[in-house]
């Protein structure tokens, strides 16, 4: 029998949220399955995966076959890789120590580049924040001031054309 591991759609319209599945190639996309292995959630940033890592990789071993998306997510959690390193132990190219020392590098440095991710995300969300308050008050300085020139009531300035009326009467008296 020929098995595929692959997602298997829940939640409602435009909330995606999938089961990781391990089913007959022939049943349908949200139909029968043998075991589930873990589930994805894209809504998320980072995406959050949880899988049973044992398990997951116990199937791949056994030769079932990931979908695209299925690789993607194994990859990027670890599986594909152990059992690349589990390939070079059967081989006599690599150690027990060796394989779990290079896996726990691997998953340190993944570990390290997720959460560089998260807190760059959490920064740029409190810059922003930050930004539209500031943006904010300006505006609302710039309508306080608009509203203050509006209510106070204007400077009569007869005078002062009067002054230099008289000044200039002054002047042209002077000058004959």
Not at 60 to 74: H, Y
Not at 112 to 132: C, H, P, Q, V
């Amino acid at each position: 029998m020929a098995t595929k591991i692959r997602l298997q759609r829940h939640g409602k319209k435009g909330k995606p949220f999938y089961y990781i599945v391990v089913a007959d190639a022939r049943a349908p996309r949200d139909g029968r399955f043998i075991e589930r292995l873990g589930s994805y959630n894209p809504n998320t940033n980072p995406a959050t995966i949880d899988i049973n890592f044992d398990k997951t990789l116990d199937w791949v071993n056994s030769g079932a076959q990931p979908t695209d998306t299925c690789r993607a997510i194994l990859s990027y959690k670890g599986v594909l890789y152990k059992k690349h390193l589990q390939g070079g132990l059967k081989k006599g190219a690599l150690t027990e120590e060796q394989v779990e020392g290079k896996f726990q590098e691997w998953l340190d440095h993944k570990d390290g580049k997720i959460t560089g991710k998260k807190t760059s995300l959490t920064s740029a969300k409190d810059e922003a924040r930050k930004a539209a308050l500031a943006a904010e008050a300006k505006k609302k300085e710039a309508k306080a001031a608009a509203i203050v020139a509006k209510n106070t009531p204007a400077v009569e300035e007869v005078e002062a054309p009067a002054d230099e009326e008289a000044s200039a009467e002054t002047e042209a008296e002077s000058a004959e």
